[in-house]
């Protein structure tokens, strides 16, 4: 098949990370083309419009931001920006008992674990435990964007053996426990540990603790902010600084073969108009490293799963707690835990690991229209309308793979029973209808994210998380972008320091290019 036409770069996929890539390299002056399978930008980081007839943009697959460098927003010149939410998050206590409400201020923090716990030592070790992280944060963020640090360098950057033996040696667990004696607090701290992560506390591949890094180091202090207009608004303005420094951003094109000798490349693709080849001295795949695999002709990874389900709502309004002393407003505002203690984890793990769906599915809720109303119609705000995402743990999928649908409907079900709990009133109640009637709810499982996204497995990470240090004995490579071919990087999430929406794979991809 002839060759059409020859670029410096072609990037496959125009996920956040592809577009991070494609700015930078068209603004250092190369020439890219991006070729996208869908028929729009963005991959997983995109707003939409799910029910039929309703004027509200929902963030409907990522939804929250932390590992975003502002480095590269300022480098982009991005028209983008985001908030943080006034509580970071609320754990019902359940039977009477108080719920935890952690954010605010520091006063209000500890009145809210006086009353959970009867004193103070527990905020106390609070404040310590998250002490120790904002240390290693401001240590190990900055490292994201720069090439990756030898094991023993990071160590001696973090320089404090007791944050390393409890992050990067001893399984989570063990920290947790030393630190904290109420289960509900325990719960509260293991849940960043298992977000698309199917894990014990203990597990001893320490899977469940580099989950737990890359949720608590974000912009040097483990905030996770609203991005304002949606996630859809980071793609957009990503793609428009693309497209504007010179990028050639084509959607609809499908990438089916990379060919390299490593030092030239030539990707074929396919689109509407038939089969076509392009040159490119660089081949930077946004994909993932099964995707790569099968582009390349190379041996395929191990097998991926997901582990997260997905709901995403519109209500008429926010429900009303059974907990009299917080408001649904602020309650829904941070990131609302349900049946996540540590013992209900532990028990969701272990039913899950046996091949059955939890029977108290665990989940963490939180309102994006409460920090950013502009993602609703104008109509739809004056009336009160909210948004509530929702997002389950300890659902791996191979419990959906008998039968998808039927899966999804009963673990659904089981997950709202759960939230019912700590309510008032069913949340069924508050659910919007859309322009047919019918509820505005839709639910995601792993299987669904492998289907619409070609996720490996649903896995939102692509594979498992890797620490953010050079490893020898898997061949990293300088940035952690690098391939079995010099001149094929991969920028996805699957990369080294992947996972999120952090645009750093594709940041590091184009610094490899580039030579920096």
């Not at 039913?351 to 119609?377: F, K, M, N, Q």
Request: with cysteine.
């Amino acid at each position: 098949m002839p060759v059409q036409d020859s670029y410096d770069a072609v990037i496959v996929g125009g996920g956040h990370n592809g577009l991070v890539a494609a700015a930078y390299l068209a603004r250092a002056g190369r020439s890219v083309l991006v070729l996208e399978r869908l028929d729009r930008t963005g991959g997983a980081a995109v707003s939409t419009r799910p029910f039929a007839g309703v004027d509200a943009r929902l963030s409907r697959y990522s939804y929250l931001v932390s590992l975003l460098p502002r480095r590269i927003v300022r480098d982009l010149g991005l028209d983008f920006a985001v908030r943080r939410r006034t509580v970071s998050s609320y754990t019902p206590g359940g039977r009477g008992r108080a719920g935890l409400l952690v954010g605010g201020n520091a006063d209000r923090t500890r009145e809210s674990f006086a009353r959970l716990t009867g004193g103070d030592k527990e905020f106390t070790s609070w404040q310590s435990f998250y002490a120790v992280m904002r240390h290693v944060a401001e240590r190990v963020f900055p490292t994201l964007t720069e090439p990756l640090p030898a094991r023993e360098a990071l160590r001696a950057r973090i320089g404090d053996e007791a944050a390393w033996r409890m992050l990067f040696e001893e399984p989570l667990g063990v920290a947790i426990e030393e630190y904290f004696t109420d289960d509900l607090v325990r719960g509260t701290v293991l849940t960043d540990a298992l977000i698309g992560t199917f894990a014990d506390a203990h597990d001893p591949t320490l899977l469940q603790n580099r989950c737990f890094l890359y949720h608590v180091i974000g912009g040097g202090t483990g905030d996770w902010n609203v991005p304002v207009g949606g996630m859809g608004a980071l793609t957009d303005a990503l793609a428009n600084a693309a497209g504007a420094a010179g990028a050639e951003i084509v959607t609809g094109h499908e990438a089916t073969r990379v060919d390299t000798d490593g030092s030239r490349a030539e990707v074929t693709f396919r689109s509407d108009t038939g089969e076509a080849t392009v040159a490119a001295r660089h081949v930077l795949v946004n994909a993932s490293p099964e995707a790569l695999a099968a582009l390349t002709g190379g041996e395929p990874p191990a097998p991926a799963e997901g582990a997260q389900f997905k709901v995403n709502m519109l209500l008429r309004r926010l429900p009303r707690l059974r907990d009299r002393c917080v408001d649904a407003r602020e309650a829904f505002a941070g990131t609302f835990h349900v049946a996540e203690g540590y013992g209900q984890l532990a028990a969701a793990y272990g039913e899950a690991s046996a091949g059955r769906l939890p029977s108290v599915p665990p989940s963490e809720i939180y309102c994006h229209s409460l920090t950013d109303p502009s993602v609703l119609g104008p109509e739809l705000a004056a009336r009160g309308h909210q948004t509530l995402t929702l997002f389950g743990l300890h659902t791996p999928a191979r419990l959906f793979a008998h039968d998808n649908g039927a899966a999804r409907a009963e673990l659904l079900a089981a997950t709202l029973a759960q939230l019912d709990t700590h309510l008032e009133e069913p949340l069924s109640d508050c659910l919007a209808p859309d322009a047919d009637g019918r509820p505005c709810i839709e639910a995601k499982t792993p299987l669904d994210l492998e289907r619409e996204l070609r996720l490996p497995g649903g896995h939102i990470f692509h594979r498992a998380l890797s620490f953010p240090y050079a490893d020898e004995s898997t061949g990293t490579g300088r940035w952690g972008v690098e391939t079995a071919h010099a001149n094929v990087l991969l920028c996805g999430a699957g990369a080294v320091r992947g996972g999120g929406v952090s645009g750093v794979p594709g940041h590091n991809a184009a610094m490899a290019v580039l030579g920096r």
